[in-house]
């Protein structure tokens, strides 16, 4: 059941990126943009369909607060594999955008696909009081910018030159910013537009990105770079620290696990409703990609 409401979940997200981008004016940037925001997990925005179901927000708001957070990771992955950052040549299997047009276009596409999420959560169709609207551009920005994810790939390349790896403590303050904060946004998003409290799902979403950068670690270890769709092993082979190489194999394993049952702890005040995020955070630990 869960792996059908996630390929609902991806069908409707594409659908309605679609729609925003199909009145996007004919240009490189514009098939840019479709093209790094096609495919994924989808993880993001499912979360904020998700999240949103708990209070009865009208599924279609729901979806387009996942449309903006899908825009929002595609701009940060088509930067992150830039050769002045990344330098990936592959991602989702496919050719990175600055491989497949040039590193201009790619500068662009980004741009524009961070605008247009902040362009699609500020439009009445997301909510029509325009105090939410705000909130919800307001929590994206943080969770994005200088204090969020920005400022996570910024401690990620200080690290590459570092004059000594990283700690435990560093990589998961590093981490939590990088990765962590665009997963605890589609799950405060959910509470915002439903006039909850979100605090029990920030909880639930800490220690889901945690477990999922954890995750992600191992998958470089002992993933198929075929099935992840990008090169593997990266981390290892510049010498940077990670979860598994300061922790160990087995050690991360078993923290990620007891980070996934903290997430489900954290959803305790809202019962088997909340049963699909909690086979979401299963599912963060047992995917192959």
Same mark, same amino acid.
């Given at each position: ?10 069908? %409707? ?18 098939a ?8 994924? /997990? ?11 179901? +708990?209070?009865?927000? *009208?599924?279609?708001q ?6 903006a ?18 330098? *990936? ?10 491989? /497949? ?15 247009l999420?902040?362009e699609?959560l ?15 551009? +307001? ?53 915002? +537009? ?18 999922f950068?954890? %995750? ?8 198929? %770079? ?7 092993? /990266? *981390? ?12 160990g ?41």
């Open positions: 059941m869960f792996k059908q409401d996630l390929s609902a979940a991806q069908s %409707a997200l594409q659908g309605c990126l679609d729609e925003i981008m199909s009145a996007l004016p004919s240009s490189e940037v514009t840019g943009m479709r093209y790094a925001s096609a495919g994924g /997990k989808r993880l993001r925005g499912f979360l904020a369909m998700e999240t949103a179901r +708990l209070f009865d927000v *009208d599924p279609a729901a979806l387009r607060a996942g449309a957070v899908e825009c929002l990771h595609a701009y940060s992955l088509v930067h992150d594999d830039m050769p002045c950052m990344d330098d *990936d040549a592959l991602r989702r299997g496919q050719p990175t955008v600055h491989v /497949k047009w040039d590193e201009a276009t790619a500068v662009l596409v980004g741009d524009a696909l961070q605008t999420a902040f699609i500020a439009h009445p169709d997301t909510h029509p009081d325009g105090a939410v609207r705000a909130q919800l551009c +307001l929590t994206l920005a943080r969770a994005s910018g200088a204090e969020g994810m920005v400022l996570g790939q910024a401690q990620d390349i200080a690290a590459e030159t570092a004059s000594a790896p990283l700690t435990l403590e560093q990589i998961t303050e590093l981490q939590s910013n990088k990765t962590g904060a665009l997963l605890v946004w589609p799950c405060e998003a959910g509470a915002i +537009l439903g006039g909850a409290d979100p605090a029990p799902l920030v909880a639930y979403a800490r220690a889901l990105g945690l477990a950068q954890i %995750a992600d670690d191992v998958l470089d270890v002992e993933g198929d %770079a075929a099935l992840a769709g990008k090169a593997l092993q /990266k *981390d290892a082979d510049a010498g940077k620290a990670t979860f598994v190489s300061l922790l194999l087995e050690a991360a394993k078993a923290r990620a696990q007891s980070l996934i049952d903290e997430a489900c702890a954290a959803l305790q005040p809202y019962g088997p409703r909340a049963d699909t995020l909690r086979d979401i955070a299963r599912y963060v630990v047992t995917r192959d990609r």
